[in-house]
């Protein structure tokens, strides 16, 4: 009877895995059928062939972005290359990638670029801030743009025991943002079976040097974030709401 009845709670265990795993499946358009398109005006930028995870654009049509990521579980194609920040001129007929030296300080080595944000302070000084996972941790480092120079200085790291598993950042002020979390599980295998799972754990989160603190939760993987040029609302690729601030 003890036998039958482990079997039957086996059936019913591997049931439900297999339930959540097409569920899994279904949320990740896995079995979508993808069409071949032959777009006309596509082109590869040289220089981003590691891979370019985010971008953001002035309003002068100079584009940031972030090359390099080193994430687990991921594809890495440049192993011993530390990531880089790329600019790109929009404005020209063939923009070029190119990419952004970094004075300050700041440890180049263990430059593992995310999500990218742009402020512009009222002097019309750029800043951008740069999610980063050294050691596989997450910091927001604060840069400032010297567009004469085409380069970054390094400012200042930003530390939090909230900012775990960073994937996005949108900037509203000097210092303060919305992060999101992706994954609540910084383990590879654990990260897997919280997604398989469904497991709705990760959040979104405001921080200032005076508060910091978690405005929405409850999502599977908080993604890519971005708010409305009135700073109402923010939405990111897995939800969108108003702005509680």
Request: proline share 6%; aromatic share 12%; with cysteine.
């Amino acid at each position: 009877m003890g036998k039958l009845v482990a079997l039957v709670l086996l059936g019913v265990g591997l049931s439900l895995v297999g339930e959540m795993f097409l569920a899994f499946r279904e949320r990740m358009s896995a079995s979508r059928e993808v069409q071949p398109v032959e777009p006309e005006n596509c082109r590869l930028i040289e220089e981003l062939e590691n891979g370019s995870e985010d971008i953001d654009i002035l309003p002068s049509g100079l584009a940031f972005i972030s090359s390099g990521l080193k994430y687990p579980g991921l594809p890495n194609f440049a192993p011993d290359e530390p990531g880089k920040i790329f600019m790109m001129d929009l404005n020209e007929q063939n923009p070029r990638a190119q990419a952004l030296e970094i004075s300050g300080g700041f440890d180049k080595e263990l430059f593992n670029p995310h999500g990218i944000s742009i402020f512009i302070d009222k002097d019309h000084t750029v800043y951008l801030y740069v999610v980063n996972h050294p050691h596989m941790k997450s910091t927001v480092e604060i840069f400032k743009f010297e567009e004469q120079q085409r380069s970054l200085v390094y400012l200042k790291t930003i530390k939090h025991e909230l900012l775990k598993s960073v994937n996005d950042i949108v900037v509203l002020g000097p210092e303060q943002f919305y992060a999101t979390r992706d994954h609540y599980f910084t383990n590879p295998f654990l990260s897997l079976f919280e997604m398989i799972l469904d497991l709705r754990w990760t959040y979104v989160l405001f921080y200032s040097p005076r508060e910091v603190k978690v405005v929405a939760k409850g999502f599977c993987s908080a993604n890519g974030i971005a708010v409305s040029a009135d700073q109402k609302y923010f939405a990111s690729r897995m939800f969108c709401l108003r702005n509680p601030g």
